[in-house]
């Protein structure tokens, strides 16, 4: 019995460790037409966005689209990053984090 509790504080220590490092993770996502890059760290967190200079009508409202289409990316590629690193922490895939 002591042996499953101090694996399980082994494993919430190193899933505390995990999210200080997905905390420090970050990475952009661009829309595909280049008009829109979101920074996003590892707990999907925004850090940034950076919007293309000298944008003409038709471009503003194409933007609202961007955004949101880059916006769920970052958001589906920081759950992938996520769910990695509790697979390599717990050793199998945890559900809806995929």
Known sequence: ?????KGLFQMQKKMQEVKRVLEDTNFDIQS??????????????????????NLNEQQKAHLEGSLKDTFNRAIKCSQEVAAQKMKDVTGFNIPGLT
């Open 32 to 53: 595909s037409d280049g008009l829109v890059k979101i920074t996003m760290n590892g707990v999907q967190e925004v850090q940034g966005i950076t919007l293309k200079d």
């Open 1 to 5: 019995m002591f042996d499953k509790m």
